[in-house]
């Protein structure tokens, strides 16, 4: 072999391009390293970094994550958010549930977030709107039940379903229209805390639930129920929320309990 071919000079545009090749797998491994998890999300989620959550969850873009997503998006709007951002949040939680949902039909968890934030959504909007988002938040909820009939979320969710409509339409026309029924929200609501008795949510919605069917009848069963859920000790940030929500409504109950007494 001469000196000339063995000195040949190597070709640029290989060079360039193994350079390149090299440059890409790094980088790769990077992001393979710095990938993040749906416990990383959900441990922004019981941080109460609902945002940073619904981005890595939405990153992710698993129905897993994008259930969760959804969630903490729906959360953040209800409970943080400003209200003029209510719409354009619960827009993009709603464009995250349906791909959960789509992702993975048989996620019972992702048709649950996506009835939550229809119901949210419908809050945000006229009341014709509104109206029509009735039914898809039953179908989606017992869309979850179907999947999972053990989830006590759903059972709590479907209870506020029907006494959310009869307490607003009354009983006649919210089974006429839509088929709601104060037995049937009693039922649900019980199904809930007979799987999930030690539940601060299950628990407060149950409450929530009966003083919208009847605020008399059921005060003393809400108020019993608002005083165990206010015992439990709040495990993440959702549930610190959650345990100012039913201090107030305690609160509430009592002085409307004051306020029956001064008119005797």
Not at 77 to 84: F, L
Not at 119 to 141: D, H, L, M
Not at 160 to 169: D, N, P
Request: hydrophobic share 45%.
């Amino acid at each position: 072999m001469n000196s000339r071919n063995r000195h040949r000079s190597v070709n640029p545009v290989w060079l360039l391009f193994s350079c390149c090749l090299a440059f890409a797998y790094v980088l790769l491994l990077i992001g393979v390293a710095h990938a993040q998890t749906i416990g990383e999300a959900k441990t922004a989620y019981a941080q109460g970094r609902f945002t940073e959550a619904a981005r890595i969850g939405e990153g992710l873009g698993t129905s897993q994550g994008l259930a969760l997503s959804a969630k903490s998006l729906s959360v953040h709007a209800h409970y943080i958010a400003a209200k003029s951002e209510n719409k354009e949040i619960l827009e993009r939680a709603l464009k995250m549930a349906r791909k959960a949902v789509l992702s993975d039909p048989s996620n019972a968890d992702a048709h649950l977030q996506l009835a939550r934030v229809i119901g949210r959504r419908a809050q945000t909007v006229g009341v014709i709107e509104a109206a029509g988002e009735a039914e898809k938040i039953r179908e989606s909820t017992e869309n979850a039940l179907r999947i999972n009939p053990k989830l006590a979320a759903a059972h709590i969710s479907l209870g506020r379903w029907h006494s959310e409509l009869v307490g607003a339409m009354g009983s006649f026309l919210a089974r006429s229209v839509y088929g709601a029924r104060k037995k049937d929200a009693i039922s649900s609501f019980e199904r809930a805390l007979i799987l999930a008795p030690n539940a601060k949510d299950v628990l407060l919605q149950y409450a929530l639930g009966l003083l919208a069917l009847d605020d008399y009848q059921y005060r003393e069963k809400a108020r019993d129920l608002l005083t165990r859920s206010i015992g439990l000790p709040a495990k993440d940030a959702y549930e610190r929320i959650l345990h100012i929500e039913a201090v107030e409504a305690l609160d509430s109950l009592n002085e409307s309990d004051d306020d029956d007494d001064d008119d005797y």
